[in-house]
């Protein structure tokens, strides 16, 4: 197993410029800067104060339902016959993912900053969701954009958020899906920026967003932590979590970065198939390069024009990875794997029929790995998956999928 050869360990990056080695950084343009540093100085001095850190936690415990469980999975255990597999419950928390953890922190960061209005991007609804539902609690003022593709493909979502009080903006250009939403968020910040907080829904975008929500995660690993002591009294052999932008990989792994013992695996989206166009995988087949304010692995054509991406999750479904996945790929700290469309699907039904929990899409990713992985490993072996969602949010999709018997190709 490789260790991370970073002197000062995980709690050191990103750099001050913001970089996880040659990852992440501030690519933006200059009217954005300051509000990035702003932004930055406001998070720190919030981050080390006792009164917001004790208000995000009653929050995180009252509103969203943190801890979230960790449950041992014995009918999948027995299924598939070798580690015994728990699944992090964050499908349980409010709103139905692990995205209410960074919407909760954002969102009080902002009424701290004085900000009276929040904008948020969304693809399938999820963050839209969690960022609506927390500006109606905290009395914010908020404007989510979406894709007009997403928002007709997303119609519940966009009733949801709009019940909640949110405005949705539908957005025309492009492919009318995520990327052409964060784009128009990225405008409408730097136009209304006094009064308006951007809540950036990965671990993704210029610095000091992958940071700032990697730490707003870290507690699902640090919960996995506590509770697997109690539970098996050492800690998990290997965790497991899918990987769209990457925020609930990353805040599960981080407490364990610097335990060479634990493997940790992150799973992308492979869609159809690795060719540019059918999947989301961007540790195959993806270069470096810069996305909207993030140096990083990204899916694009040989021109460096952004590549089309196919998932049958729209939570994966996105050209750019998290820098600071990046970079732990490049020392060998995380691994990566992938899931077709397909394997995630069967890896739904299973879970649903074994367990009686319907995962999100997302979420069978990791899911699908475990069911390669478990059967290799020993029966006295832990094996984790942090299970990011519920999937109430898919049952249409995946019952139109196995209906029509195609295993996963839309
Ligand atoms: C949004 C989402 C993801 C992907 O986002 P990350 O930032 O990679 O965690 C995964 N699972 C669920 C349930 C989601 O809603």
């Given amino acids: 197993m ?47 104060d006792e009164g917001y850190r004790n208000e995000l936690a009653a929050q995180l ?39 209410i953890n960074n919407a909760l922190g954002q969102a009080l960061l902002a009424q701290r900053m004085g900000k009276t209005r929040v904008i948020a991007e969304t693809g399938a609804g999820q963050h839209g969701i969690a960022t609506a539902s927390v500006c109606a609690k905290l009395g ?12 007709e493909r997303q119609a519940l979502n966009v009733y949801r958020m709009r019940l909640s009080g949110a405005e949705v903006r539908g957005v025309q250009a492009g492919q009318r899906t995520l990327k052409e939403a964060i784009n128009e968020a990225i405008r409408d910040w730097v136009t209304n920026v006094r009064s308006t907080h951007y809540v950036l829904g990965s671990a993704l975008g210029a610095h000091p967003y992958p940071m700032m929500v990697r730490n707003f995660h870290k507690i699902i690993g640090e919960e996995t932590r506590r509770q697997i002591q109690e539970a098996e009294g050492r800690l998990p052999d290997e965790l497991i979590a899918c990987v769209g932008g990457g925020s609930n990989a990353i805040g599960f792994f981080f407490d364990f970065l610097e335990e060479p013992d634990v493997r940790l695996v992150g799973v992308e989206a492979g ?3 690795l060719s540019l166009g059918e999947h989301a995988a961007r540790f195959e087949g ?16 040989e021109e460096g024009q952004i590549g089309l991406t196919h998932s049958v999750s729209a939570g994966l479904d996105y050209a750019a990875i998290g820098p600071e996945h990046a970079y732990y790929r490049d020392c060998g700290r995380i691994q990566f794997a992938y899931a077709t469309d397909r394997d995630a699907l069967e890896a739904f039904r299973t879970c649903a029929r074994l367990e009686g929990i319907i995962p999100a899409l997302e979420s069978s990713h990791a899911l699908a790995c475990v069911m390669k992985r478990a059967p290799e490993m020993d029966p006295d072996s832990l094996l984790v998956v942090n299970l990011s969602g519920r999937g109430d949010k ?3 999709q995946a019952s139109r999928l196995i209906e029509a018997g195609s295993g996963g190709e839309s």
């Fill in 61 to 99: 415990r009252s509103y969203a339902g943190r801890p979230t469980e960790l449950y041992l999975a014995e009918r999948l255990t027995r299924h598939l016959g070798g580690a015994r597999i728990y699944f992090k419950r964050e499908d349980l928390l409010h709103t139905g993912a692990h995205k």
């Fill in 2 to 48: 490789t260790t991370v050869d970073t002197a000062a360990g995980r709690h050191a990056l990103p750099d001050l410029t913001g970089h996880f080695g040659p990852y992440g950084g501030m690519y933006v343009p200059e009217t954005l800067v300051t509000p990035l540093l702003e932004l930055e100085a406001a998070y720190r001095e919030a981050w080390s």
């Fill in 394 to 396: 898919d049952v249409q």
């Fill in 286 to 301: 993806g270069r470096l390069g810069v996305l909207q304010g993030c140096k990083t692995f990204i899916l694009q054509n």
């Fill in 271 to 273: 869609g159809h198939g």
């Fill in 140 to 151: 914010l003022e908020c404007v989510i954009y979406m894709g007009a593709v997403d928002m």
